[in-house]
């Protein structure tokens, strides 16, 4: 029988990788709890016009890379390709973003685009991305920023480095744009289809662009901050201090877009030098439009998202290993094998990562599996343990059967003491 693939794009994450994510995501957790932020958890299909209106009809997602398919009732659903936009509807509906109220949330989950997949860029992808609507201050794009290098820095990211800039906002960028658009019109021998047809419908986008003949058209071109209206000036001039005053290293990058409609003021990203081209890890920005667009009040929001496979890629470890067993219990008879699986229980109940065996196995080959799996204890039990009612202990470092031996019917409290004895209680390794 023809043997079934998985679709492209689509990963499978398996051991020792899933053990790193589940170690990542605990460590941005950890992180986010200590800012508190409250996890808010979205569906993967919404309505498409949640992602027609917040993302911009010309940008790439939206014109090429969504998952839309119509419901049984005509009602079109797309897979979702990012998360702000979902997380803002999901306040909204909950109540979450009201005037003087202020809601900040972080979610994790997959995200869809059908992109072509390379090296840091799957159709299915996971991001961790953190939000706070009702704020428009320059202190809350401080501590926004603050928090993503904070989280990549919980999970290893080292020589990151934080770039950003200011896009900004409904009454200064209409005559960047235009200016972006004269400046690539004048140019637009040199540019590539894509860009060409960007030239009306999304000019910062001409920034964007990775095509080397579009990135020698546009090295010229107008940047933002020559078209900065007072406000938006003395807010990026006001998280520029707030960064420097927490101690957070960035670089000023004027070329800097976002993908998303949405963004107005602060844009930010984080690179990793050893990613190649999709060498972005995360980023994100302020959207103060966006909860309006949406039906909402006029709050303003500000967040960003990092892209876990990414953040894998770039903290990678070639010696990454899945965690070996503090404890392998082995029944050495089929007769022990009821003794065995209750002390096991009992092992896992209170916390220690134990493996249970094959029953029946000899002493050789049982002894030569558990070292394969690094375990720090082995646990004997034959039918000798069983007329003794006890369980023996070896100890896999030193090779020794150690003094204390394991009560096989205990009913607790004597097998902690026991295992803290040994050392396993815990996951305490040398």
């Not at 501590?143 to 989280?151: A, S």
């Not at 999304?202 to 901050?225: F, I, S, T, V, Y």
């Amino acid at each position: 029988m023809k043997t079934i693939h998985g679709v492209k794009g689509f990963h499978d994450v398996v051991p020792p990788q899933s053990e790193r994510c589940t170690e990542i995501e605990g460590r941005l957790r950890a992180v986010l709890a200590a800012y508190n932020y409250g996890e808010i958890r979205t569906p993967i299909a919404e309505r498409t016009e949640l992602f027609t209106r917040s993302l911009g009809d010309a940008t790439d997602i939206v014109e090429k890379e969504m998952y839309t398919f119509d419901d049984r009732d005509g009602t079109s659903l797309t897979l979702r390709p990012e998360g702000t936009a979902a997380v803002v509807r999901a306040a909204l509906e909950a109540g979450l973003a009201q005037r003087d109220q202020v809601a900040k949330l972080w979610y994790l989950g997959p995200m869809f685009r059908r992109e072509r997949p390379q090296k840091g860029r799957l159709r299915q992808f996971h991001q961790v991305g953190a939000e706070v609507i009702g704020r428009d201050d320059p202190l809350v794009d401080a501590e926004v920023v603050t928090l993503l290098m904070d989280c990549l820095g919980a999970c290893g990211l080292d020589g990151a480095e934080l770039v950003l800039n200011s896009l900004g906002d409904a009454a200064c960028r209409p005559a960047y744009r235009a200016a972006l658009a004269a400046y690539g019109r004048s140019r637009s021998e040199l540019l590539c289809a894509n860009c060409r047809q960007r030239l009306d419908r999304n000019p910062l986008r001409l920034l964007d662009c990775k095509e080397p003949g579009c990135r020698r058209a546009m090295a010229e071109a107008p940047l933002a901050h020559a078209y900065l209206c007072a406000p938006c000036r003395a807010h990026f001039a006001e998280v520029e201090r707030l960064l420097q005053a927490a101690d957070v290293p960035y670089r000023v990058e004027p070329r800097l877009v976002r993908g998303l409609d949405y963004y107005v003021r602060t844009a930010f990203e984080v690179v990793a030098g050893n990613l190649g081209a999709q060498n972005a890890v995360g980023g994100g920005g302020r959207y103060d439009g966006l909860v309006a667009d949406l039906g909402g009040p006029p709050l303003a929001g500000v967040g960003f998202a990092i892209g876990i496979e990414r953040l894998l890629l770039a903290t990678a470890t070639a010696d990454y290993r899945t965690p070996a067993p503090e404890v392998d219990v082995i029944p050495l008879s089929i007769e022990a094998a009821p003794a065995a699986g209750r002390l096991a229980r009992r092992l896992r109940g209170l916390g220690v990562r134990c493996e249970l065996e094959v029953a029946g196995r000899s002493v050789k080959s049982a002894m030569r599996r558990a070292d394969k799996l690094a375990a720090r204890f082995a646990v004997l039990i034959g039918d000798d343990e069983l007329r003794a009612g006890r369980a023996t202990v070896r100890d896999m470092r030193r090779q020794a059967d150690h003094p204390l031996a394991l009560v096989v019917d205990d009913d607790g409290p004597a097998l902690a003491q026991a295992l803290r004895e040994l050392g396993a209680a815990g996951g305490t390794h040398e």
